[in-house]
């Protein structure tokens, strides 16, 4: 890859490590603790990530830009193919792969089909087990998914941890994966955490509370974006931004009684762009109808997954 960034230090090494797995096997939880701040949503329904996130983490003369990938699953509409089309472009052109699995459960036939995209790609490859705390059978299940890579011939390391709670085992396997990188110049300057805009970072942060407080399929057929991102004299950012439905009547149900469901999601998403920009926010939100975007490739280009 030609590098982004004219101003990189001499003698550095930097690549591209795509993260894989099925839905909700902490994957974006990991980027986050990878980075030690907060670029991509977490919830904990799956396929929250929905194209892939770049997480950038430099370290004097190493940077590792992370691309968090959806999870792989059988897609049932446009929005779906897409989504796995997400994961096979991040692993066309990699320099590592982390592939992480759940380990409270045997591998699934998710599983097997994220096993069989990696198993025989030429390049370092780590299988890290996830949700170590909560594992009954730890070791038993990292020996079942380590299997699923039999006749594998590139380098290969396992590791188990928690991602929100190991901060030592996270730190640690950064610094394995900071190791194998190549000799490259910086691709982004040092300090940079992700290649999202703004308005991009915001609409996640929306999509992700959406997530959290709306009930059985509803959060899948929901999609924001920012429409309008200013900041007054005195400090206050003001973001004006949509909630996307497929159908009148979701939104109704995505606005609540008298508003109030509305007002809770964006009550939680402002204290959290609050706590993450540092700044006071005024979040405005308007819930809007795109009858069957998922399946809409123009409505889909238009809400950002292209």
Known sequence: MTSLNPDSPSDTRAGFVAIVGKPNVGKSTLLNA???TKVAPTSHRPQTTRRGVRGIFSDGTHQVVFVDTP?????????????????????SDIDAMIWVVDLRHPPTDEDRL??????????PLFLVGNKQDAAKYPE???????ALLEG??????VTSLSAQKNDAKVTALRA?????LPENPFFFPQGSASDQSREQWAAEIVREQAMMKLRDELPYAVATRVNRWTERDDGL?????EIVVEKAAHKGMVIGAGGKQLREIGTAARKQLETLLNAKVFLGLEVVVIPGWREDPEAL?????E
Do not use: C, W
């Open 34 to 36: 990878f980075l030690n």
């Open 71 to 91: 999870g792989v699953h059988k897609p049932k509409d446009a929005l779906g193919k897409y989504m796995n089309n997400e994961v096979s472009t991040a692993l």
């Open 114 to 123: 994220v096993a069989r995209q990696i198993r025989d790609l030429p390049k």
């Open 140 to 146: 038993e299940a990292i020996g079942l998914y380590e």
């Open 152 to 157: 594998r011939e590139a380098d290969t390391t």
């Open 176 to 180: 394995q994966i900071l190791d194998v």
């Open 237 to 241: 950012q003001r973001i004006e931004a």
């Open 301 to 305: 280009r238009e809400l950002g997954y």
